[in-house]
């Protein structure tokens, strides 16, 4: 287990680099090539003939020195902690990062473990209860949660709750160190909300792994030895159908935690998403670059607990 774990620690360090390399390069060469250069936008349209101005700008913020030199100063900067500052109000990354992240990892792993916790137990029932009604009654929650978007539910929420109640969540954001209370005022329902979604797709997969695990010979076998349903449906069927919902949990974790910005802008709250839309549509390199450089890393991490947890799941599993 320990030379997996090494061997996957670097291939993902490699695969970090690339995606490093990849990031620069995009922004630093092509945007400026098919899109507009960021000099230009931080002048605006009054200064855009003023050469001087721009090669002042270039110089200060080291914009004018080779690529390489460019890229290699910024990943030395990276080991040494330092993420730069945003090139237009001059804050730092790691500053916005330590308010902003919290949030957003708070969101896609509540959302969904509260998906889980939804879906699970849903597809245990609508499995074990094949064909009946309650099977037809979830599975018609599951295709629905899954097509309607969540969050044009969240709005509708919003919108209904104002009208027919005066009724609207906090906008007052407190982290929960700050003021627990408070907190989970603000994120309960944008919580739910994101766990909506997934919450389908995860129930329709629960349950028919669930009907593939229970038509195994060693399920019959444990029956046939008499022991409950409870016991054969916990300890013999639960733990193998789990791993693909681990799968499914460890990958679309960074997704929800990357793509949480229209539930931060409906529920104003301050995460990385809108942070980085921002920052992308200022063409805001120290923010963009560092931004997915988080994600990148939040993605491989994510792979190998997933990987790490198939073990701990089901004992027949090992690594060598």
């Avoid at 922004?27 to 349209?45: N, Q, S, T």
């Avoid at 044009?152 to 209904?160: E, G, K, N, P």
């Avoid at 104002?162 to 906008?171: G, K, Q, V, Y």
Wanted: no cysteine; net charge negative.
């Amino acid at each position: 287990m320990g030379r997996y774990i090494m061997r996957r620690l670097f291939f993902g360090v490699v695969t970090i680099w690339i995606v490093t390399l990849i990031v620069f390069i995009g922004l630093r060469v092509l945007v400026p090539i098919f899109y507009a250069d960021v000099v230009e936008i931080m002048v605006g349209e009054y200064a855009l003939n003023d050469q001087a101005l721009q090669d002042e700008i270039r110089a200060e913020y080291g914009l004018d020195r080779d690529l390489h030199v460019q890229y290699l100063a910024w990943l030395g900067d990276i080991l040494q902690g330092d993420l730069g500052n945003s090139l237009f109000n001059g804050r730092s990354v790691v500053e916005e990062m330590r308010y902003r992240l919290p949030v957003s990892i708070e969101l896609g792993v509540m959302g969904l473990l509260a998906s889980a916790f939804i879906a699970v137990p849903i597809g245990i029932i609508a499995a074990l209860r094949q064909d009946e009604w309650p099977d037809y009654v979830l599975r018609v929650y599951a295709v629905a949660s899954s097509a309607v978007p969540s969050f044009w539910v969240a709005i509708m929420v919003i919108t209904f709750g104002s009208l027919w109640f005066n009724w609207a969540p906090p906008i007052d954001f407190e982290h929960i160190w700050e003021d627990p209370v408070q907190h989970i005022k603000i994120m309960a329902l944008p919580i739910l909300m994101i766990a909506l979604t997934p919450s389908g797709g995860l129930t329709r997969i629960m349950r028919s792994q669930m009907l593939e695990v229970l038509r195994q010979d060693y399920v019959r076998t444990a029956r046939a030895k008499g022991l409950n349903e409870s016991s054969v449906v916990l300890r013999h069927t639960l733990r193998n159908s789990l791993i693909p919902i681990v799968t499914i949990i460890g990958l679309t974790l960074p997704g929800l935690i990357a793509g949480s910005v229209l539930f931060e802008i409906i529920f104003v709250l301050p995460g990385m998403g809108q942070y980085l839309v921002s920052a992308i549509a200022n063409l805001d390199y120290p923010v963009v670059q560092s931004t997915n450089l988080i994600f990148a890393v939040l993605i491989v991490l994510a792979n190998l607990m997933v990987d790490i947890s198939y073990s701990f799941i089901d004992p027949r599993i090992r690594y060598s």
